[in-house]
């Protein structure tokens, strides 16, 4: 039987929790919307996934690896709402009163924390299967056999989706080996990659569909560039080559920003994130104290419950 280790993408959680739930505040006045999201979402997952492992990751202060090689990269966001900041705290109160090993890097993104985590696991713990839980779709560019994407529903109504291979590409439109160049070419307006300027997602899909690759497609603009005859369905004609001879630099730049490190330098081990007992009375007087009642339900079953229940049935 297979194992399933559960990976939290914390900050994204939170950020979409935070523009979903505008007013939701605690019995003390203190605003929580973003905990709540978060604290949903996270119980939805153990209650649906139901983890072997599981784990969380968040973004830390210290200039990344990314803002050195290009210092537009990300400068256009706005600084966190202050609204938000105070929720980060009790976002880990949360996830530690659940016993989840948490993990975070000074100068390192989540998204590289989660890549070198998942391309670990693949490669050391052939039994598991890897599941990243956020609401990111630059880590679609993860899945694999063994690795796949856990989407929240955005509200009432809406369903979680779980993303194979074969659901990203009906998504997205473009296969998993192809995510990264896809951004390389459109840009990523939420992080500042800056793509190819006039090049937009219906472009980017029929030059990747045409051309495989970043590279193949650089590769036939300049054997358009010697002189070879563009073909009958070429797509590399007129405005679009000029685009893409003007920003060939800015492409493979930005190729290099999107692309998820899986190899940074971290101390990680599966073992210790194997799910264990919590205290559950503490994680209920918590939630009590957020007023999140309505979540108390979903809190996972502590060592007591599963004894009992293991002894009478």
């Not at 709540?36 to 990751?57: C, E, H, Q, V, W």
């Not at 609204?83 to 009790?90: G, S």
């Not at 997602?201 to 193949?216: D, E, R």
């Not at 104290?289 to 009992?308: A, H, N, R, W, Y």
């Amino acid at each position: 039987m297979s194992k399933t280790f559960v990976l939290i993408d914390s900050h994204a959680l939170i950020y979409r929790a935070f523009h979903a739930f505008p007013d939701l505040t605690a019995p003390d006045g203190t605003l929580v919307n973003a905990v709540y999201g978060f604290s949903r979402s996270l119980l939805t997952a153990i209650r649906d996934l139901k983890p072997t492992y599981i784990a969380a990751t968040f973004d830390s202060k210290g200039k990344t690896k990314r803002a050195e090689e290009y210092v537009e990269y990300k400068a256009n966001r706005a600084a966190m709402p202050d609204e938000l900041i105070p929720q980060i705290a009790l976002v880990r109160d949360v996830v530690t009163a659940l016993n989840i090993p948490q993990f975070s890097q000074s100068g390192i993104e989540a998204d590289d924390l989660l890549g070198t985590i998942t391309r670990q696991v693949e490669q050391e713990h052939p039994e598991v299967r890897s599941i990243i839980v956020t609401g990111d779709k630059d880590m679609f560019q993860l899945v694999s056999e063994r690795t796949r994407v856990w989407l929240p529903g955005r509200g009432r109504g809406s369903l979680d989706t779980e993303y194979d291979a074969a659901a990203v590409e009906q998504y997205m439109g473009v296969s998993v080996s192809q995510i990264i160049d896809l951004k390389a070419l459109m840009g990523d307006a939420s992080d500042n990659i800056p793509g190819v300027k006039g090049v937009g997602p219906k472009t980017a899909i029929k030059l990747l569909k045409k051309h495989h690759s970043l590279q193949g497609i650089y590769e036939r603009l300049d054997q358009l560039i010697a002189g070879e005859q563009p073909a009958a369905d070429e797509v590399l004609v007129g405005s679009v080559f000029k685009k893409m001879q003007l920003d060939r630099d800015m492409a493979f730049l930005s190729q290099k920003l999107a692309t998820i490190d899986r190899s940074v330098a971290i101390d990680f081990l599966l073992e210790p994130c194997r799910v264990s007992s919590y205290d559950k009375a503490a994680a209920s007087e918590l939630f009590e104290t957020l007023g999140f009642k309505s979540l108390k339900g979903l809190l996972p079953k502590d060592e007591f419950e599963i004894g009992v229940q293991n002894a009478l049935f």
